[in-house]
Nanobody, 124 residues
Framework: QVQLVESGGGLVQAGGSLRLSCAAS????????MGWFRQAAGKEREFVAG????????YYADSVKDRFTISRDNAENPVYLQMNRLKPEDTAVYYC?????????????????WGQGTQVTVSS
């Protein structure tokens, strides 16, 4: 089992920045990749960014490319999502997720573990 805890959400004005953190504990050695997803009110949960545990290759949704950065220092440190130039349409609950197996990084259904989510609200 892997436990994930997100933090860092909040209220920010459009154009501002936030950094989300995802702390992982448990059997993290079995992790293949981690991802950030978001779910706006009335919409489905969508992929935002992902990072392979080994090698650190990163992946982004087109809507956040060049504005958001996913990163981690090492296996003992959290995974971060640096969000810059935030827009009102970025408002959502942001979830951290972890997966054990290879596959499509952006596929929500292929993730095995989820955090409880953290609210991000961007005002115009």
């Amino acid at each position: 089992q892997v436990q994930l805890v997100e933090s860092g959400g909040g209220l920010v004005q459009a154009g501002g920045s936030l950094r989300l953190s995802c702390a992982a504990s448990g059997r993290t050695f079995s992790t293949y990749a981690m991802g950030w997803f978001r779910q706006a009110a009335g919409k489905e949960r969508e992929f935002v960014a992902g990072i392979r545990w080994s090698g650190g290759r990163t992946y982004y949704a087109d809507s956040v490319k060049d504005r958001f950065t996913i990163s981690r220092d090492n296996a003992e440190n959290p995974v971060y999502l640096q969000m810059n130039r935030l827009k009102p349409e970025d408002t959502a609950v942001y979830y951290c997720a972890a997966r054990r197996l290879m596959g499509t990084i952006s596929s929500r259904d292929e993730y095995d573990y989820w955090g409880q989510g953290t609210q991000v609200t961007v005002s115009s």
